[in-house]
């Protein structure tokens, strides 16, 4: 595949950031990827690694001359980013991001930006707990949605080369509209994320059971549970604080279904119970058959060697 950009600009080196210039190698998507990271060591284990063509010493250097950017820092941070790089972007360059909300991202950006430039928001669905610039991989991205919410009067031609970018990164794209895209993620990930982490703190909170036996008996439900609420804290902080208000809609509807499967253990109605497990049965077949997860009993995991 020839060169879509001919340079990329990162901001922003961990997990998301590395794994774009990876993948963006692999298949020659850019000229040149140039990126930079607010911390020294994050700037130089990335030179170290060499999955970047040059490492900046500041972001505005580092998007001077870029035909693209691409912000890979928490959500909150999108305002105090725009406004450092604004002065340095070229003429005609798309602007864009990997954050989990997208009308936060919009109202923070926007208004720093010279009429010349073109944000067009984005969301690659796809990651892991585990964060820093070793985590990424080329693969990352493979067969796992990217959403774009463009502005209405942004530049077909720059969408359409925003899009071709991130299908040569291996992602099916996707576009809708940035509230509507946040109110799906609030179902699909906003929500899920903030009842792992309760979930995994209140059993850390139980006096009556013990660390050593919330460890040693974890089933796979818990287990699950801690691989979740092991994600970046403060990305998860931003993405709550930046989506409040869908975040809050979503979560008073899965209180009330609490209650309701609540009281349906309290008085035994099991006819209840097996309607909504079976429900909740068919969805989860739905996501294996389109692809976005194993059947596999063991959910992909590798397995340990034997000692």
Known sequence: MSAIFERVALIGLGL????????ARRKGLAGEIVGYARSAQTRETAATLGFLDRVADNAA??????DCVILCVPVGA???VTEQIAASLAPGAILSDVGSVKASVIAQALPHLPDSVQLIPAHPIAGTEKSGPESGFAELFDGRWCILTPLPDNDVDAVSRLRA???GLGSMVDIMDAAHHDRVLAVTS????????SIVGTASDLETVAESEVVKY?????????????SDPTMWRDVFLHNKEAT??????????????????RWGDGDALFERFSETRAIRRGIVEAGQDTARPDFGREKPPQA
């Open 16 to 23: 998301i950031g590395s794994s774009i210039a990876h993948a």
């Open 61 to 66: 250097q580092a998007v001077e001359g870029a």
């Open 78 to 80: 999108i305002g105090a």
């Open 165 to 167: 970018f991130w299908e």
């Open 190 to 197: 906003h929500v899920p994320h903030l009842i792992a982490y």
């Open 218 to 230: 974890s089933a796979s439900g818990f287990r699950d549970f801690t691989r979740i609420a092991a």
């Open 248 to 265: 809050l809609e979503v979560l008073g509807r899965v209180t009330e279904d609490l209650f309701a499967l609540q009281r349906a253990i």
